[in-house]
Nanobody, 126 residues
Framework: QVQLVESGGGWVQTGDSLTLSCAAS????????MGWFRRAPGKDREFVAA???????TYFADSVKGRFGISRDYGKNTYLEMHSLKPEDAAVYYC????????????????????WGQGTQVTVSS
């Protein structure tokens, strides 16, 4: 059972940058792909970004391409770098982990992720 804890959320203004962190209870490098999802009020949880177990592949939702980056270290930590934030980026952001492998589409699907954090709130004011 992998436990995930997100941090780094907060209140920012439009155009600002923010980096979210996800700390796992055990080493996730290689064995687990990591993903970030978000849920805005009144909306379903949606895919934001994902990174493969060895960090060699990354995936982004169209809405954040060119503005967000995802990275991971060789141990337990995964990061979501967010730039040029917009009010529509405001949401609770969740970190998730899944056993590495499968098709590219599996990285984007929340149903494929086995472990989830509690989320961290990001608020963007206009």
């Amino acid at each position: 059972q992998v436990q995930l804890v997100e941090s780094g959320g907060g209140w920012v203004q439009t155009g600002d940058s923010l980096t979210l962190s996800c700390a796992a209870s055990e080493r996730t490098f290689i064995q687990y792909a990591m993903g970030w999802f978000r849920r805005a009020p009144g909306k379903d949880r949606e895919f934001v970004a994902a990174i493969s177990g060895n960090g060699g592949k990354t995936y982004f939702a169209d809405s954040v391409k060119g503005r967000f980056g995802i990275s991971r270290d060789y141990g337990k930590n995964t990061y979501l770098e967010m730039h040029s934030l917009k009010p529509e980026d405001a949401a609770v952001y969740y970190c998730a982990a899944r056993t590495e492998g499968g098709d590219d589409s599996d990285y984007l699907s929340r149903a494929e992720y086995d472990f989830w954090g509690q989320g961290t709130q990001v608020t963007v004011s206009s």
